[in-house]
């Protein structure tokens, strides 16, 4: 936690406030594109191979590349995603929100890179099928693996180990406890880790790294045990701070009159040598007032 504490004191003022509403603009704007133009996608996309031949936006670019077609669920996660991610804002920060963001997102990349790497081993079965197809056609089909999906997955994992007792509306019926469904999804990502092909095996471990590697670093931390009503209860408080008028200080007193340097600025004010403390006194009673002992 050192650590993180001296990355917040040098780097927090950088982080992004409501990153998860430009999160949303991202995919809504990949949503406008593929509607425009689908192909126009492919040049947006997380390709390591193209990468390293000079198209370097696309390690920035993918997260415009919308996770799963547009429909009214799409929506309805896209919202709740939002919400869940706006309420771990809060809680963590926005500094450390932004970090876990971005751990998940750099993973992702490194885990791109990775899979570039073991395709050109010839000890596996996915070398063959880059020799047959070549590498541009290889990597332009395994870049459509790298997407936001599970950094979705991460955000909800990391709310769910926050807020475990939090109930969600199940289907908008069932209620049910934020943790339960966080142990489902885990149990999902576990088979389908286990069903994937090593890529899929890599896409998944690298996306949802952030989440392993963000909650150790951050397990003995108080702000990971902080209810939502502890949340609430903060932000309004330092809400009131802020519209409360602060009340002004004065800088120089008179110990005898009581005449302060606010009210009366043009008055001169000294500190008494002989008097035992700090005892200040303005120009009418520095040389006559009773020494204090």
Known sequence: MNFLYKLERKFGKYAIPNISLYL???????????????????????????????????????????????????????????????????????????????????????????VMGISYLPITDINAVLQISGPEAYFSSVALYFSTYYINMSIFLGFAATFPNVQVLLMFILPIKVKWLGVAYAVLLLVEFLQSIIIGKIVIAASLLNFVVFFFLTRSSLRMRMSPKQVRRRHEYKREV??????????????????????????????CSKCNGNYEYCQDHLFTHTHVK
């Open 242 to 271: 802020k519209r409360a008028r602060p009340v002004a200080i004065s800088k120089h007193k008179c110990a005898i009159c009581g005449k302060n340097s606010e009210d009366n600025p043009e008055a001169e004010f000294r500190f």
């Open 24 to 114: 949303i603009l991202c995919y809504a704007c990949g949503y406008l594109m593929n509607m425009i133009n689908p192909m126009f996608l492919n040049y947006l996309t997380l390709n390591p191979y193209l990468i390293l031949h000079g198209q370097i936006w696309r390690i920035v670019t993918w997260i415009l590349v919308p996770p799963s077609r547009l429909d009214f669920w799409t929506i309805i996660m896209l919202y709740f995603y939002y919400s869940i991610g706006t309420n771990l804002e809060r809680t963590w920060g926005t500094f450390y929100y932004n970090l876990y963001l971005f751990m998940g997102m750099l993973f992702t990349v490194i885990g791109s890179f990775v």
